[in-house]
C-alpha cells in the first residue's frame, strides 16, 4: 500500500516568493493534516481537512496561507509570499476518519528555505 | 488541556545497551498515546499505540511502551539498542474531542558503536 506522497521534497525560495506543496493521502483517507515542523521542535498543525471541509484552521495563518482540497483527495499548501520565518519543514498526514480511528500516517515532508 | 513532556532532549546509548525514552503526559480523559520516530529527512513513522486495551504496548522493531496512569507515563524502551535506532522520537497524546496531535518536543536517540 502507498503511504502519504509529499511533493517536492525539498524548496528553496527568497522571501516574498510564492511557494506551494502538495499532498496525496493514502487511499480511503478520508481526513487529511497539514503540519509545521521547525527545527527542533515537534510538528504544530496548520489545517485538517475532513473530506473536502476544512474542519481546523484555527492555527493556519490565513494573510498569507492558504489550502485547498477539492474532490476530497489531494490537497495544496500555498504560502504567499513567504517570509522568512516559514523555513521550515511541512508534513501531510491523513487517517480514517475522526471517530473511526485517530491514528495518523505521515508523508515525508517539505522542507522549505527561505532566503 | 492534554500535554506531554518529553524530559529528555538528548539521550545517548551504547549499541546493545537497553534503550528508555521518557514521557510524561497531562489529560483530564483517558488518553490514546502514540510514539512516532523520525529519522533524518524522513516523515514520522508510528511505532505504537496505547489505546486502553493494555497497559503494555509492544510496537515495531523490538519497541515497548507500558502506561501508567499512577505515574502519568507513559516512557518508550527497547532492551537491546541498534545503530539504526539513532532518529529522532516523538511522543503524543490525541485530543479525545478535537483528534488534534499535540507532540512532544522530541528526543534525540543516539547509539554508539
Redesign the interface.
Known sequence: EA??VQSPRYKIIEKKQPVAFWCNPISGHN?LYWYRQNL??????LI?YENEEAV?DSQLPKDRFSAERLKGVDSTLKIQPAELGDSAVY?C?SSLP??VT????????T?LTVL | AQSVTQLDSHVSVSEGTPVLLRCNYSSSYSP?L?W?VQHP??????LL?YTSAATLVKGINGFEAEFKKSETSFHLTKPSAHMSDAAEY?C?V?DVE????I????TRLKVLA
Do not use: H, I, M, W
Request: net charge positive.
Open positions: 503511504g502519504v481526513t527542533g521542535q515537534g510538528p504544530e498543525l485538517r481546523d508534513l498526514a475522526s471517530g485517530d491514528t495518523q500516517y505521515f508523508g515525508p515532508g522542507r | 490514546s502514540f512516532y529527512n524522513k516523515g514520522l513513522q508510528l499505540k516523538f503524543v490525541s478535537t483528534y488534534k496531535y507532540f512532544g518536543t522530541g
